[in-house]
């Protein structure tokens, strides 16, 4: 088949990968534009465009699918379309320009987290499995009929790029089988089931820890939200972000927010046990071991993150 593949994101490049390796010909790869990125703001392409470009791939850079982009996409007449983490909608006449319409390969077990951060919202929540699915692409958010799932436990320590790293590979395989199953004309979709949640996209407050919560819930966020848009507190009148941290069961209560030293270790108290800080970054500095921070603290008396 003839295919166009629209996405961005590093999680999106396994997939480009595979099929770019199968036997259907990718007629274009759709991508966001290139993006100022890191303080200097240097101009950059996206994980996709760089990959597609390597490849000798077609390419169009597009923020919005709109009617450029649309009749480009359309000149190329393929078969079908196969969205992973673009970042923007497709919409009519778009959605039908493909013979097979589009296929989306999402990170979550439909029809539970269906958005912007599956991922991220599932971990935030505690569920203890995730998934990926491929679905057809219709007009209401990740609402189409199912082609193939597969489902991942999530680790009780891993964090959203963990996670997503993982489904990426595993995801790229499923998209894979799914298209040329299309392509030989028995692949079977079935209806949703189940009780729908949303994933919008995090916000940078999402990434604020509340150690008012209980332990696990605290550091469910803080796995949620690593690396993106990265956790954070405040300590005084200052941000400091929060690369990792561990559950400290063993620590004696502390009041919630209240920041300690036990031994080696930087505890922040929550609504059960401590939580330890484990690796943080104080405004305008690198990343650091949380008791180097410690240490180079002009006072440790009565601090309080919140």
Request: hydrophobic content about 50%.
């Amino acid at each position: 088949m003839r295919l166009v593949f629209a996405g961005t994101p590093s999680v999106a490049v396994p997939s480009l990968a595979r099929l770019t390796d199968g036997e259907h010909e990718i007629a274009a790869v759709i991508t966001r534009r290139d993006a100022e990125l890191g303080r200097k703001r240097v101009l950059t392409p996206s994980p996709v465009a760089a990959f597609a470009v390597a490849s000798d791939l077609p390419t169009i850079r597009a923020n919005r699918l709109d009617e450029d982009a649309t009749a480009r996409i359309a000149a190329l007449a393929p078969d079908l379309g196969v969205i992973v983490a673009y970042g923007g909608l497709v919409r009519e006449p778009l959605l039908s320009t493909p013979r097979l319409g589009w296929i989306n390969l999402h990170f979550s077990l439909l029809p539970r987290w269906r958005g912007a951060a599956p991922v991220q919202r599932a971990i935030i929540a505690g569920d203890a499995e995730t998934g990926a699915a491929v679905f057809q692409l219709v007009a209401k958010l990740d609402a189409g009929d199912v082609f193939g799932e597969l489902t991942r436990p999530i680790g009780a320590d891993e964090t959203a790029a963990d996670v997503l790293d993982a489904l990426a590979g595993s995801g790229a395989e499923l998209l894979a089988s799914v298209v040329d199953r299309l392509a030989a004309g028995d692949a079977t979709a079935v209806p949703q089931r189940g009780t729908v949640t949303l994933a919008p996209k995090l916000t940078l407050e999402d990434a604020r820890i509340d150690f008012s919560a209980p332990a696990e819930t605290a550091y469910n966020r803080l796995r949620g939200v690593t690396p993106e848009p990265g956790a954070f507190t405040v300590v005084g009148d200052a941000r400091l972000k929060l690369h990792e941290a561990a559950l400290a069961a063993d620590a004696a209560p502390l009041e919630p927010g209240r920041l300690a030293l036990d031994g080696a270790r930087v505890l922040v108290g929550t609504a059960t046990h401590p939580l330890e800080l484990v690796t943080v970054q104080p405004a305008g500095k690198r990343a650091m071991p949380a008791a180097d921070w410690w240490r180079g603290l002009p006072t440790t008396n009565g601090l309080v993150a919140g």
